[in-house]
């Protein structure tokens, strides 16, 4: 059962229809107070609100009281950035920027720092149309991987799919064309490139990494699927001559699979 949604429903009504913060308030308090405090993510919604509350109703001692509050009570990490994409949304990216640093510091010194906040972090400054600052945020992020291959991938192709989204279009096709050069055979990568292209409706785009995918040298289980998906691709969006361009791929991967076969034959 969802007990926030009863208190911020409530508040939110009295709010847009009676326009009474006062009262919104203490609604609010009154769920912190009922609701159990090992339901962490129903009183996080409950914090949420009343921070939403404070930054649109009240001052910024009010809002700042709330947030020390909060992380008192509950994650600091989630509260933080809560109250980080309330203010993006905001359009405060000054406030936020600052808001999502002093989760970065909090976040390190508890454990390692979740390559959520440097996400979150990130996109603030793309929507701010600070893509240096981004792009500094990532390369901390990438740093607190300490050289983990895997945690740098998901962090970046995420970064990536961010620029595509949010940023940059050419940023984020140069992102995801340097990772693939670290992580060649990383179809998962690969598929992922194609997918967020195609969302962007650049089907040339999306036609022309799966090319190049099917130049490298992956096994052949993993060709395979990748060669279907392409066909599938070209039967939606191309034509006879692309259909008949990915067919020939496919031999020109099994005439490179015989032919490496036979090299170590000899």
């Excluded at 649109?56 to 994409?85: F, I, M, Q, W, Y």
């Excluded at 190049?212 to 034509?239: Q, W, Y």
Aim: aromatic share 6%; with cysteine.
């Amino acid at each position: 059962q969802d007990e926030a949604a009863a208190y911020t429903s409530y508040a939110t009504f009295l709010l847009e229809r009676e326009d009474d913060a006062p009262g919104a308030r203490k609604v609010l308090e009154r769920g912190l107070k009922t609701i159990h405090y090992r339901q962490e993510d129903q009183r996080l919604d409950v914090w949420a609100c009343l921070l939403e509350l404070e930054r649109k109703h009240g001052d910024d001692a009010s809002l700042d009281a709330t947030t020390k509050r909060a992380v008192a009570n509950c994650d600091p990490t989630k509260v933080l950035l809560r109250l980080g994409e309330l203010l993006d949304a905001a359009g405060d990216f000054k406030r936020s920027d600052a808001v999502y640093r002093k989760c970065e510091k909090r976040a390190k010194h508890q454990a390692k720092t979740t390559e959520e906040v440097w996400l979150r972090h990130a996109r603030s400054r793309l929507l701010a149309g600070d893509a240096k600052g981004a792009d500094d945020v990532v390369k901390r992020g990438v740093q607190a991987c300490d050289g983990a291959p895997k945690e740098e991938a998901s962090l970046l192709s995420r970064y990536a799919c961010l620029e595509l989204e949010d940023g940059s279009r050419d940023r984020g096709r140069t992102v995801f064309d340097k990772l693939l050069e670290r992580f060649p055979r990383r179809a998962d990568l690969w598929q992922l490139y194609v997918a967020k292209t195609l969302k962007a409706g650049d089907v040339q785009h999306a036609r022309l990494i799966q090319t190049r995918l099917a130049s490298v040298d992956l096994p052949p289980k993993m060709m395979n699927a990748a060669l279907k998906r392409f066909a599938a691709f070209e039967s939606e969006h191309g034509d006879a001559a692309s259909a008949a361009a990915v067919k020939d791929l496919a031999k020109a991967y099994v005439a490179r699979r015989k032919d490496a076969m036979d090299e170590d034959s000899d």
